[in-house]
């Protein structure tokens, strides 16, 4: 069933078209925002460069054609209010970053802001019971400083001033940046969310290939999963290449490897556990001098904490044993232990009931990456809504979406907002 057909029984066919035009909308403003970047010919858009000025031009028009009343923040995010039907009426946040990793594709996270956009253009000037906030986070993928989610954190009100003070390559802070962007960074604490908000929902594509091999539009999702980062290091010894008996190595870098398989073949053996090394470094790193050091990196996720934890443990105790057959020693310390992070059980149902009157097949899904939800999750309710990546191509230019499925998010949207209008 494609987007178009299963969205008919939510509004018509005049709806249907609506909902695709503004699909069409969505996509043309996403590839547009992507030519705003910091290297030609690629899109590149780190936190507060000067192509982020552009994207600030452009979505700030956007969003005053839909009768938005539109300010930046201290910490650099886009935020556009569409007044509610009477004066204090709550908020509900729909958004999603406006940064880039190198090279990016034009959808990862644009797609979301520029979907609640459109959610707001929907409405046609018709007032809810609430105010509807789209914000376009400043950052989120942690290109620049290293640490990502700047601009939900600041919403969210965990920004503090020690994360204020990181520096990027060229020695610049984040506070600076904010400084030279003409922000201040001292009036931080006025960028948290409205208390009392409604919640918030973050639609953006999948970065996967689960929808597109499922052949759905969409999928609601149930968690974010909890991520483990690990630096692992082998120390064997160093001795000559040519001299030294195989027998009698102490090579820290086929200890290494031993244990990188040993982790994929555990992996492999759980459901919904993932298990990445990325890294290896082998000192000396001479062609013809055994490795006396090796230092790998470890990324493991799984939707639950327990199930990550316990997948650790083994890893480290393979380490341990791998080490002790080879006489190398092994040690691991521990660089991230991000806990799971649940959406909201109401705004999961009241999704539920969107795609249902929509009329859609979808599924639930565990989300796999970070994502601004799971920072605005710690002040108010929040839930995410993938859209389907075709080929499940993400971070990389090649990245794309569906009208139909753009136009499907819509219509869902469009169904949250009409329940929410009920029963706020």
């Known amino acids: 069933m494609s987007g178009t057909d299963g969205a008919l029984s939510h509004g018509g066919p005049a709806r249907v078209n609506s909902d695709v035009a503004l699909a069409r909308a969505v996509v043309d403003r996403c590839r547009r925002l992507a030519a705003c970047s910091e290297e030609p010919g690629a899109t590149t858009r780190t936190f507060l460069s000067p ?4 994207v600030h031009a452009l979505v700030t028009d ?3 054609q839909a009768h938005m009343d539109v300010t930046v923040d201290a910490a650099g995010n886009l935020r556009g209010v569409y007044a509610g039907d009477r004066a204090g ?3 509900l946040y729909i958004g999603s970053h406006l940064d880039t990793v190198p090279h990016a594709g034009a959808f990862d996270g644009i797609l979301g802001v520029m979907l609640g956009v459109a959610v707001v253009e929907r409405l046609e000037g018709r007032r809810l019971p609430f105010a ?3 914000v376009g986070f400043s950052e989120e993928e942690g290109v620049r400083f290293g640490t ?17 003070d990181r520096v990027d390559a060229g020695g610049v802070s984040i506070r600076e940046a904010i400084r030279v962007y003409g922000l201040d960074a001292d009036r931080i604490d006025d960028a948290r969310a409205t208390h009392g908000a409604l919640g918030f929902l973050e639609i953006h594509i999948e970065q996967g290939p689960v929808l597109d091999q499922s052949n759905l539009p969409l999928a609601v999702v149930e968690t974010i999963v909890g991520q483990t980062r690990l630096d692992v290091t082998f120390e064997g010894a160093a001795n000559h290449a040519g001299t030294t008996p195989m027998a009698g190595r102490r090579d820290a870098l086929t200890g290494a490897a031993e244990w990188v398989v040993a982790v994929e073949r555990e992996a492999r053996n759980l459901a919904g556990l993932v298990a990445t090394t990325g890294v290896i470094r082998a000192l000396p790193g001479a062609t013809n001098v055994i490795a006396a050091s090796c230092r790998c990196s470890l990324d493991v996720r799984h939707a639950s904490d327990a199930q990550r934890h316990a997948a650790v443990d083994r890893f480290t105790a393979a380490a341990r044993a791998i080490a002790s057959a080879r006489s190398l020693t092994a040690h691991w310390a521990l660089a991230l232990d991000q806990p799971a992070v649940a959406m909201d059980g109401a705004l999961i149902e009241r999704l539920d009931r969107a795609v249902a009157e929509v009329g859609v097949p979808s599924r639930h899904m565990a989300s796999g990456a970070g994502h601004d939800a799971m920072v605005m999750a710690s002040c108010m309710p929040a839930a995410m809504l993938f859209v389907r990546s075709p080929g499940g191509i993400s971070h990389h230019p090649d990245e794309a979406v569906e009208i139909d499925d753009v136009a499907v998010a819509i219509g869902v949207s469009g169904a949250l907002l009409d329940d929410l209008s009920r029963q706020p």
């Open 62 to 64: 956007w969003m005053r």
């Open 89 to 91: 009426s709550p908020h």
């Open 132 to 134: 509807i906030e789209v």
């Open 148 to 164: 990502p989610f700047i601009g939900s954190r600041a919403l969210a009100g965990t920004l503090d001033a020690d994360l204020l």
């Open 51 to 54: 192509p982020m000025r552009e």
